[in-house]
């Protein structure tokens, strides 16, 4: 070979290129290389020190959901033509993945009952990010004005974003209640007035959740409606797509685009990605939406077949103009998406949506009845809700922890609001069974119970705030 | 050209899952309900509830098997041939990344998973960091952004507030002219402005351009080098002293780190920040378009305005999440999206690397640009009676490094064909075409990129055939021009997709 | 339409955008995008002019033109304010392909400034800028 390239050795390839100045003359300090063998069993060390939803009840969500993944989905994803091609420019090699993509855009707009859909971007908060940057190039209005129940990390991804931009983002809080309270009311939704008066004409975007981050169901279509009276914003909903086959879809409330986290739909847990994000609008956003999308079309001999489309959109063609700069989608997540909605089926999403408001509401009044827990608001909840313990939330997940028990998301630690000190988040999944919760109900009030009373969390070593290492760097990986 | 009788796949019309089914089949069975039934008005008002569910089809498991599996029939996949994409680094993809993805401990942790039982996991990322670091030369790591044109948003960002914490406002980012197309798109977003730096004739940097262009307004100039020519800019040097030399920052795009992992640095080169795709050279699979992940590698000086949330580690050794370094005086640019990043692809391309060793991603530097001139020797080799080197001549410079970029436009004037139709045809012999139409400086842009992981005898039967394709069109240009013909669809209508767009199924 | 061509009848931007002065009303123009633009471009699909009422400014862009491989910024060869839309492109945007100078017009104006033709070019001067 080096004789056809006409060179005498492969250093010298890099001697003609490039300058002596830059060049590295040692080695990579990195550990050697090892075999297969090896390696695996290094990174099943590693794993062996993660307590995941394998090892304990879990009840964590905020945002993603330990849902049963079918093994027709491992399957799919595993499977050569969909895990290693690139992303589909020869659309005449490329059928399979772009009618997926098809069908996933079709599913997502059945879901949220909007006409036109994306092929996926990245995960939920950077969609919501997105959604803010579709209304700016849409209005070029001033500000955005978001719901407190937005998730925490949605609203600081939008704000990192905004300020590259150069616009503000004013968040309306959540209505306050009490225990007692009729159901409607009794605090965790958006505040009505505070959000009304908050939009003008100078709003580029109005952005709630639904439910909202609290896991409270929220009054989409008289939010939609308030935004759209007190100015022009494009409304934006974060939506949580297992739960929309039991909701009323955001296309039927008013909302303009709805995005949300697809993790929930047929995809692991991945501490925390990769998944995709769903991002669908009415038909009037088409031309401003960002990410690939697929469209139908025939061949030359009359065939249908399907193709990237709209990519004038897309960084690529339209370089600053673009409406994003996203370059990559989530294709074989959203693979996974499109399988798992087809595999529960037209019955199964309401079936599961039902079961899943069942047994939320079953926890929640079964927690709520213990000692030192009360409902952080009285809204109808469908598969997440928010507690207040009367212990502190550190010390009582510790205890629980120690029982094999994971009690849900320490509240004040995600959102940092005063008001959810206290604040536990329950999350429920169709692998949560009523025994689980049950077992949930026993070790929570346990560890409250002994909290309040005094004991520390005992049998964990408390975390001593030792110097940190001031860096990692060229940390090397252990032999 | 002969008539070709239908080929099986071409007689199987796309149907989708939407047409397929019937009321009442279903693969799913729910758990049965538990607990206690409660009044439905009770557990959720109608007025928030769904009346018509939405229209997903009704198949069993069988039919979605079989739909699904049939449907990736229809695709070219790396597993099963060349793929040589310019700047895509098409590399093999082992399959021991997806058995160790799949451990449980890795697949099922939840995100919020305290830090103290999460520390295999934030191991796993502190040695990934730790090694990036020590492949760029930059020390400060993030993992955060979900993928390349992510990390170059991150980079913008924090190039703006490493400004603005100076108190300086600065409004323009230089990028060359053959810059990747998510750049431009990146800075606009990031509410700076593009100003574009010429190329020279050997296909770098024009310097006495960049000499005039750089003044005190340039936040920062973008570049990747190797560059989208394949061609290492020797200058390298010299364009980070002009660019600190008024207070900007150097980017690099990581597209390209192929050509030179333990052979360059980009920190030893002057660059401050950098953003890897570990989808490209720590061979994450592509997936048909994803997922990807997109970290960045910063100097000291940026360190401050990293996202949060950080990766830190105490004296015993144990790791957490810091979501507020430095405290409330923290001048981070705050969190690029949610949780920590795409832990999956990290599980991946950490295995990659402790496969590799330093010895061994050195290794595959060497290779992929010993396997890209050996293929661009081939091409040109006029001993082999070949005509490609006279109708699709190298654009710029003799050697390459990764890749290179060769220019349609003679065989457009000669030939009558277009680099288009050359892809298409190719697509008849087995292999995905290279990048085409790209960069845009070039005529006929043909980017090839074989990668390291690619024999000898491919290279030898991927250069046959564009010399067949040549020597064919010599005699008639139409077969190119009319091509694919082997393929499950042949061209497409892309403007009838674009005058109408159709992009849902429509349902009855 | 096939061949390079360019009406001595109208006045060019060097930007490849041209302007038709009404000879029945000189304070009226029509404007749209030379031969060599749509060449360049490709097959149009989508074209969405302003509306009736904005004010376009001379060199600046006021629409856009979108192809399957690409978009390009119009620019406005004069100053002046909508009056009328071309709404046939909705249907068929491929007209500006045909039919650039005629069915493939995009809007007119109401000038704001005649002396601006002044900094345009004929014919020959916008085919001279044109190369080879």
Not at chain 1, 333 to 355: C, D, H, K
Not at chain 1, 459 to 472: A, D, K, Q, T, Y
Request: hydrophobic share 40%; proline share 7%; with cysteine.
């Amino acid at each position: 070979m080096l004789a056809a390239i006409g060179v005498p050795s492969v250093d010298a390839l890099f001697d003609r290129q490039i300058p002596e100045a830059v060049r590295l003359r040692r080695p990579l300090k990195l550990p050697a290389g090892r075999g297969e063998q090896e390696v695996f069993a290094h990174l099943g060390e590693l794993a062996a020190k993660n307590v995941s939803a394998e090892d304990e009840l879990s009840f964590l969500g905020a945002g993603m959901y330990d849902h049963y993944v079918p093994a027709l989905i491992d399957m799919l994803m595993g499977r050569s033509e969909f895990l290693t091609p690139y992303t589909p420019y020869q659309p005449e090699i490329s059928q399979g993945g772009l009618q997926v993509m098809f069908e996933y855009q079709t599913a997502i707009s059945e879901l949220t009952a909007l006409p036109v859909a994306n092929a996926s971007v990245y995960e939920g908060p950077s969609a919501v990010a997105a959604a803010g940057y579709l209304a700016k190039l849409h209005n070029g209005a001033k500000r955005f004005v978001v719901s407190a129940g937005l998730h925490p990390h949605s609203i600081q991804t939008l704000r990192t974003q905004a300020h590259g931009y150069g616009m503000e983002v004013v968040e309306v809080p959540l209505t306050t209640g009490s225990a007692g309270d009729a159901p409607g009311a009794g605090g965790g939704v958006t505040d009505p007035d505070a959000w009304a008066g908050a939009i003008d004409g100078d709003t580029s975007a109005a952005i709630f959740a639904q439910p909202n981050f609290y896991g409270a169901v929220e009054d989409a279509e008289a939010l939609s409606a308030a935004a759209k009276s007190a100015g022009q914003p494009v409304v934006v909903a974060q939506v949580d797509p297992i739960t929309l086959g039991i909701l009323a879809p955001p296309g039927e409330c008013g909302v303009d685009v709805a995005v949300g986290e697809g993790q929930a739909l047929g995809n692991r847990l991945d501490f925390g990605g990769p998944s995709f994000g769903l991002f669908a609008a009415r038909e009037e956003y088409l031309r401003r939406m960002p990410g690939r999308i697929a469209g139908e079309t025939t061949d030359v001999d009359g065939r249908r077949g399907f193709v990237l489309t709209l990519q004038t959109r897309e960084q690529h063609i339209r370089r600053e103009k673009a409406t994003s700069n996203i370059c990559t989608a989530q294709a074989l997540n959203a693979l996974a998406g499109v399988v798992y909605l087809t595999w529960l089926g037209r019955q199964g999403i309401v079936e599961l949506g039902e079961l899943l408001l069942a047994r939320t509401h079953y926890a929640r009044e079964q927690l709520a009845a213990l000692d030192g827990v009360e409902r952080l608001h009285e809204q109808p909840v469908v598969r997440e809700f928010a507690l207040r313990l009367d212990a502190d939330v550190s010390a009582v997940r510790r205890r629980c922890a120690a029982q094999g028990v994971n009690p849900g998301a320490d509240l004040q630690a995600l959102t940092g609001r005063e008001e959810d000190h206290g604040g536990l988040l329950v999350a429920i999944t169709e692998q949560r069974s009523r025994a689980d919760i049950d077992r949930l109900v026993e070790v929570l009030g346990e560890a409250v119970a002994a909290v309040r009373g005094g004991e520390d969390a005992s049998g964990l070593s408390s975390r001593v705030e030792s110097p940190r290492v001031e860096s990692n760097e060229a940390q090397t990986v252990p032999a | 050209m002969s008539a070709i009788a239908e080929l099986p796949l071409q007689r199987d019309h796309a149907t989708t899952i939407f047409q397929k089914g019937a009321p009442g089949r279903r693969a799913f069975m729910c758990p049965e309900l538990d607990v206690p039934a409660v009044d439905p008005e009770q557990l959720l008002p109608e007025r928030y509830r769904r009346v018509r569910p939405p229209r997903l089809p009704e198949v069993s498991e069988p039919e979605i098997v079989r739909h699904y599996v049939g449907i990736s029939k229809r695709n070219f996949d790396l597993d099963s041939g060349f793929y040589p994409l310019g700047s895509c680094t098409m590399k093999h993809n082992p399959r021991l990344h997806e058995r160790v993805a799949a451990l449980p401990g890795h697949a099922r942790l939840h995100p919020l998973q305290d830090p103290e039982r999460a520390q295999g996991a934030l191991e796993l990322m502190w040695n990934l960091q730790g090694a990036l670091a020590e492949i760029s030369g930059l020390p400060h790591v993030s993992l955060q952004p979900s993928a390349g044109s992510h990390g170059e948003l991150a980079g913008v960002l924090l190039t703006r507030a490493y400004h603005e914490d100076r108190g300086e406002t600065r409004h323009k980012v230089l990028t060359p002219d053959t810059a990747h197309g998510t750049n431009p798109a990146t800075v606009t977003m990031a509410g700076l402005e593009v100003v574009k730096v010429a190329t020279n004739a050997a296909g770098g940097v024009d310097i006495e351009d960049l000499r005039a262009k750089a003044d005190r307004d340039v936040a920062c100039l973008m570049l990747t080098n190797p560059n989208t020519l394949g061609l290492f800019d020797p200058n390298i040097t010299e364009i980070a002293e002009i660019v600190h030399g008024v207070g900007a920052t150097l980017y690099y795009d990581g597209a390209n780190l192929n050509a030179v992992m333990g052979i360059s640095r980009p920190g030893d080169m002057g660059f401050d920040i950098v953003h890897f795709n570990l989808h490209k050279s720590f061979t994450q699979p592509h997936g048909g378009g994803g997922p990807g992940s997109g970290p960045i590698a910063v100097s000291d000086r940026i360190a401050p305005y990293l996202p949060v949330p950080v990766i830190v580690r105490d004296q015993d050794g144990a790791f957490d999440l810091d979501h507020e370094p430095e405290g409330a005086g923290s001048k981070s640019i705050g969190r690029l999206r949610g949780f920590q990043g795409n832990y999956g692809c990290f599980v991946r391309s950490y295995a990659y690397i402790c496969s590799l060793g330093g010895d061994g991603l050195k290794d595959a530097s060497e290779a992929a640009v010993l396997n890209a001139n050996y293929l661009l020797a081939r091409l040109r080799d006029k001993n082999a009676h070949s005509p490609v080197a006279e109708y699709l001549p190298l654009a710029y410079g003799e050697l390459c490094m990764h890749e290179f970029v060769l220019s349609g436009g003679p065989m457009k004037r000669t030939l009558q064909i277009k680099t288009l139709d050359l892809a298409k045809r190719l697509l008849d012999f087995g292999f995905h075409p290279p990048t085409v139409y790209f960069p845009l400086l070039v005529e006929e842009a043909l980017m090839v990129e074989p990668t390291e992981t690619e024999t000898k005898e491919t290279l030898d039967a991927f250069a046959e055939a564009i010399g067949a394709i040549l020597r064919e069109a010599a005699e008639d240009p139409e077969i190119a021009r009319q091509a694919p013909y082997t393929t499950p669809v042949r061209r497409l209508d892309e403007v009838h997709a674009a005058k109408h767009p159709v992009i849902r199924e429509t349902l009855g | 339409m096939a061949e390079a061509n360019y009406p001595t009848d109208l006045l060019y931007h060097p930007e490849h955008d041209w302007a038709r002065i009404d000879p029945a009303d000189p304070q009226t123009a029509t404007l749209g995008i030379t031969w060599y633009a749509q060449d360049a471009l490709g097959e149009v699909v989508f074209f969405d002019p302003p509306a009736v009422g904005t004010t376009l400014v001379k060199d600046e862009p006021y629409a856009e033109v979108e192809s399957v491989k690409a978009v390009s910024d119009v620019l406005a060869p004069m100053s002046g304010e909508i009056v009328e839309v071309n709404g046939d492109l909705a249907a068929d945007p491929g007209a500006i392909n045909e039919d650039p100078y005629g069915g493939g017009w995009l809007v007119k104006i109401r000038l704001a400034d005649s002396s601006e033709r002044d900094a345009l070019l004929d014919a020959a001067a916008y085919s001279a800028t044109l190369g080879g």
